[in-house]
Each structure stands twice: as C-alpha cells, then as structure tokens.
C-alpha cells in the first residue's frame, strides 16, 4: 500500500519564514523517499512557482517528481517527461548538471526555441507548458549533489526573482538532510531485500555442494577437508591433514579465543560446535566464515572426530553491517535533525543576550558535550568570559568564576583567544596538549576532568563575535566527524541568535533611551509653557483693567503690550504644536468645509497685523465653492501661519494675495507676497523645524523657525501638499496649498463666537498661588459686576468654599502642596461644592492636560491668557 499523503497548497503570497516553516513540517511527514520527493515539491508550490519538479540521484539514476498547482494537464504533461544531461553548459537549466543555481526570469519563445534546439517534440512540450520564468537550484548534502529543483512560473502570469531564488535554495538546504535520510532507508530496504536473496543463495549453495566439509581425527589430530574448503580459505591443496593448531592460525586473533572455547564446549558435551569468524587476511582479502561441527563419540563418551561443514557468510555479515550502519546513520541524521529544529525553536524566541546564551547552551549540553564555555568580545574588542555551562549548576558557577580569573594565550592552539585570532576551529585532547600548551588551561580542565575538546569562533554576518568551547568529562565521549560537523552548524546558528540578541538589545536601549528623550522634552516643553503662560496671564489681565477703567490713557502703550503678550502666546502655542503633531498626537475634526470661509476666518484674525504693516491684502475667492474634508480650526491655522509668514518678511507698503481655486480634483490655496523673497539654499528646508533666513542682529522679523514646519504636518495630516517658491532674495515668495477635493456639501461656516454678555453678578472664587494673578483677575471681574473672594492654596480655597458660597470656582493647577486637580475632587465631594461651576485656569494646555482636568471634575479648561470674552462667556453659562 503506497503511505498516505497529505496535501499542502501554500498561497501565493506568504512570509517567507512562514512558507519555510510549513515546508520543514510537510516535508518532515514523509513517510518514504516518494512520499519525501512529492512532499518538498509540493512545499514551493505555489509560493515559489505555478509548477515544477525534482530530480534525485537514486541508485545511479535519476529520479524525477513532479507537480503542479490546480492544473490537472501541466502535472500530465510533466509525469511524462524524462531527465536528459544538459548539452549546452551556458544555459544552466539543470543544476544538477552544473551544481549552480541559475534564474531565468524573463521565458519566449526564442527561449523555447534555443531549449528545444532541433528537437519539435521538446518544442511542443515547452509551448503545452507555458513557462513564463524558471529556477533551479541544486541539493547538495554532506558534500555530494543529491538533486535539483526546478521551479516554473506559468498561467499565475509571475516572475521569479533574486529573492525567490535565495528562499529556494534555503527550502532546499532545509530539505536536504531529509531527502537524504529518505534515501538512505529505501537503500536500508533494499539491503534487507538483498539479505534474504542471499540467506536464500546459501541455501542452495549448500544443496549444490558449494559447502566446504571438513572432518577431524581428535586421537590423531589430523584434519580431512573437502576441495572447497581450500577455497574459502584461500589456501592451497597441500593443507590437506594439517592438525587443529595449524587450523586454529587460519582464524584472526580478535575471534580465536571464542572459537577456541566454543570447540572446548562441544568436546565436553556442551552444545553444538556453531561459530562464526573472521580468517586471517590473506592476499589482501578477509573473509567471514560460519562453521557447524558435529563431535562423534565412543561408547563410553568420548569424543573420537568431529565433522562438519563450513561456508563463506561474508556477503550476509557485509550486508548486515552495512544494514546497522545505515540504521545508525539514519538515526543519527535524526537525531541531528531534532537536534538542530530544537536548537532553531530555542533561539528563535531568545531575544534578550543572557537567554540566547542559555539557549545555545542547553542545545549542546548534555545531548553533545558535558559542558560548553561562551566568550564574546566586547565593543573594545577584549574578550569576556559569557558562560560556563554544565548539568550541575554548581560546578557551572565555579568554572566560570574560575575562568574569569586568568587569561588564556593567543598564540596557544585551543584557546577561545587562538580561533578567535585564527578563524580555524580546533579539535583536540586535554590529555594530549599541544606542544606549547597554556599552563592556565590545563589546570583549568584538569579541575573538572575534561578530555576531548573542540573549539570553534563565533562568525555572524561576516564579523567574528566570541568563541564556543564545548568539552567532555564525565561521560568520557569522543567527538567524531559527525558531532564537529553538527557543532560548526550549531555554532553558526548560535552566532547569529548571540548577534541578533545583541541587535535587539541595542534597538531596545535606543528605544528606551528615545522614549525618555520624548518623555522629558515633553515634560520639559508642559513645564515651559506654564512657565511662560502663568505670568502673561496677570499681564493680560492688567491691560484688561487699564482698558476698563480709562480706555484713553496709555492706548498706544497698551497696545504694544497687547501685540507683545499675543505674541509670546502664539509662539508657546506653536512650540507646543510641533511637539504634539511629532508625536502623532493631533486628532483632526473632520467635516466638509468651504476653504472661502477657511480664508475668511484666516484673514480676520490676521487683519491687525497687515493694518499695522500697512500691507493691502488682495483677495481672489471664486464665487462656487471649494469643499474639502478636513479640520476647519486646523486648516484656517495653516492659511493664518502662511499669511503671518507673509506680514513678516514683507516690507511695509508691500502687498499680498490671497487665492483659493479649485483645479479638477485639486483645490489649491495659494499666498503670494512681494516680500524679502527666499535664498534657493534654504527653499528644499524651509518646512523643516527652526529653519529661518538670515536675520539682522535685532530679528526684526522673530519666531522661532516653527510656523512652516506646523503647516507642512498639518497640510500632511489632511492628505495634501505644500510648496514654496521663489526667484530669490529680494523677489518675494509664494506658498501653495494642495488638497483633494470632495463633493460633500460643506457644513455651515464657522462664525467665531463671542457673545455679548451684560455686567455680571454672582459670587466668584479665584484660586492662583500667583498672588499678582489672583488680585488682578479678581479686580477685573469686580469690575464687570462680580463679587470676588481669592486663595492661594486649596485649604484657603477649601475654606472660603464654605464660608463664601462661589456659583463659579477659577483653579490654577500648579498650586503647593495639593494641585488643581486633587483640589477639584475635594471640592466635587462636598455639598457646597456638588452644583458649582468648576473652570481650570491654567498654563498647562496639552490634550492630556485638558482631559485630565476633565476626568478630576472640571466643567472646563482654559488655557492662560484667557481672552476675557471666552472666559466672562463660560461665566455666563455656570452662573445660569
């Protein structure tokens, strides 16, 4: 009955490890070397091809498998065909053939035609097939070509790549081993086969007389043999009557003491003389023979001859040796095999340096060696003592702390530092120390009773990265060819495991150490901006009241002070905003809108500063309007940033336009000024952050360098994109806006909001630890009508909340001892606390912060300078 199968059909797209993973474990299933040879074609199929097939060295001849995905006809087509040698070593089809991989990415019908040559049915076949692109790639095992993959792209309409090349020869790098275990059991099934053939060969031998017999005069010691008996021992005639002695030289020395005492046995009546030997080479040629002997005896018992019969086995010992060899081998390519899956497994999850040390660790010990030693070089290239492993351990942190207390010699065979400093790995014996051995290292194996050593360096991506010794003690094993070869494998794996363990170590680091960096600029940029925000409050709030009480006196100064305070406000606000759009933290409002209103609302809360500059604006909005989706506030605070921009380097008398148009699916915004212009060095930078053109040493025109880089992450954010241009210095700019357009209509415009509010009356208390901010905002809202009490910490705020009754509390947060927000709980708990109005007035004004104040209890947060109509609005509302 033929194994059972199970069938694999990978997607067209996969991750490559995923697709190698799959494979490793379909191929694994195999059950016999068809079953393996149908298994690793099925794998590539059809991640890395639409068909193919897989030629295989068996028996002197060559194997082909093939297959194809969901094509019934191609699979037809391809069982029919026939491995042929390569006539034209150019072309590089078969890799078998040439032991190269080759890629063909590119297949026509000239390509047909220079494969087929003269041959029309060849030619027919290629045209029934249809490849569009091909790859082959050989297997190679243990030094030896055991096949050839051959993949093709066909109907899917794909082409092979470098890539795809490189994952085939790593599927088949990974099959490699079980083909060759596959093939190594169907020999193992044929040996058994031959065995009985052979078993059935002697039986008639011996019915054909092709048995030597032999008879023995005990009294007279003298031995009878048959013609053929010379023969099987390669002897001439005239051995004929030889005694036992002369006999007993024809056996080798290994197997003469038992054949001795078998004789013995049967002479005293034990069993029957049965033995099986070797004879002693003769001619260069040993032989195995089976003899039988029968002891004839006198009446009263004793033995007077023996006879027998004798026959070359050498053919059935051969083949059973050869049976267990091959057992051997197979288990042991087994062994080798979970051993390496185990080792893969271990390191693939081991990320952090300490656990892939471990990992290689565990994976030699004690499956190979008895204890293994890890030396990497550090960043200075000095050599640190990593790990000492062993199944004990105790005995594991001795050797280590042993080993961290001396060094070892360079110029020494079988030191970490010597392959390390070589490149070459070394094999060798403590018992046998080389002839110049390191003094510290013998005495160091001798402590644990360490023999056989092997050492190798640690190489990943071309850079050696330490060393790994592996050592026997305890279990006095050796390490053949098989054990160095696997341990070089390991080693390699282990080097890359250590490596990427260190790579991920080192990204982590960085990751963290950039966190922290953000962390602190965060906290750094809050801090400042209530810094800087808590004094521009009293100032404001000082204009407020000047301009109340006598709106006449010091107008021009107030105004200076107003600009002024305006614009250290903006420019927080704009420092704030580069850090939360960095950090991806802006959240666009989106709705369809009308960028005519956009540019209304822009050009309204410009107009003071193109009045002072004396700039004319000209205007140029289109009758129909132009709709995008995006965030209104934000938007307008793009077009207000580029006509600022525009006030700013525009010379008085010095004119600027303002255009909104829409182009197909394109709406444009386009600011163009008559100002200083833009050196060509600085236009690719000029959205970048602090970037600014040259100044005189009184920087007339300020900022900070942030406006144009707001702009570029907000116009980004809404899924545009802003240029600038300009002649040159002296030949004014002009900035424009892309973004798509959408045909939903637009949502009212945004009319800004400043109700009128009559003069005031309720009872307001003002917390602030800022004494000169607490007095003036409650002087300025005694004025509009208001009854004030004022506190400077929340036990005074808790106490005039008692005994003043406030409709409306003002909190700073940044007070002593208990903050803001702590403060807005307690008040939120008591009964006279349970329907006021909460507002937050304070200098913190991130998202974050807002939310938080809301969450604590807050009814609103207001960020300081509060303009005085927001805030007698608000007011309002809580008073009603």
Known sequence: MAPATTT????????????????????????????????????????LGDFGYFDVLAEGTVRRTA??????EIERLL???????????????????????????????????????????QLQLLRELGARSMLTVPMRWQGEVLGALSLFMGDSERRHTEADLALAAELVEMAAPLVANARLLEQHLRTETALRLSEERLRTAVGAGQVGTWDWDIAADRTTWSEHMHALYDLPRRFEGSGIEAWSELVHPDDLAGVQGALQDALRGGPAFDVEFRTRPRAGRQRWIATRGHVVRSADGRPLRMVGATTDVTERVELLAAERRARGQAEASRRRMELLASAGERMAVSLEPEQALLAVARTVVPSIADWCRIDLL?????????????????????????????????????????VIRTGAPFHGHFS??????????????????MGAQFVLPLVAHGRT???????QAESKRQFDEEDRALLVELGRRAALALDNARLFGEAEAARRQAEAANRAKDEFLAMLGHELRNPLAPIATALELMARRSPQVALEERRVIGRQVNHLSRLIDDLLDVSRITRGKVELQREAIDLRAVAANALEMTRPLFERHEHPVDVELPREPVTVEGDFVRLAQVLGNLLVN?????????????????????????VQDTGCGIDPALLTGVFDMFVQGRQAMDRRTGGLGLGLAIVRSLVDLHGGDVRAHSDGVGRGATFTVRLPVTETAAAPAHAPAHAETGPGSGRILVVDDNVDAAETLAELLQLLGYETRTAGDAQSALAALAAFRPQVALLDIGLPGIDGYELAGMVRQ????????????????????????LEAGFDDHLVKPVPMDRLTELIARYMG
């Open 465 to 471: 990265i330490g060393a790994m010794a592996v050592m």
């Open 8 to 47: 694999f059909r990978p997607s067209i797209t996969r991750n490559p490890r995923e697709l190698l993973t799959d494979a490793a474990r379909l191929v694994a299933a195999g059950t016999g070397f068809d079953d393996v040879l149908r298994r690793t074609v099925a794998a590539c199929l059809p991640g």
């Open 646 to 670: 525009a006030a700013k380097f525009t010379p008085t008398g010095g004119q600027v336009a303002v255009r909104v148009r829409r182009e197909g699916p394109t709406a444009l915004v386009q």
């Open 67 to 72: 297959a194809a995905h969901q094509s019934p």
């Open 79 to 121: 069982a029919a065909s026939r491995w042929s040698r390569q006539e034209n070593p150019e072309l590089l089809l078969c890799a078998l053939c040439s032991g190269r991989a080759a890629l063909h990415p590119q297949i026509d019908e000239a390509w047909y035609r220079t494969v087929a040559r003269a041959d029309q049915g």
């Open 830 to 853: 008591r009964p006279e606390g349970s329907g006021i109005g909460l507002i937050a007035l304070t200098g913190y004004g991130q998202e974050s912060d807002r939310a938080r104040a």
């Open 378 to 418: 550090d960043d200075a290239g000095v050599l640190q003592r990593k790990l000492a492993f062993h199944s004990d351990p105790q005995r594991a942190a001795q050797a280590l702390e042993i080993a961290r207390s001396f060094q070892t010699r360079p110029d020494t065979p079988g030191t970490m530092a010597w």
């Open 432 to 449: 046998r120390p080389p002839a110049n051995p390191d003094p510290a290292l013998v005495r160091y194996a001798a402590v644990f009773g």
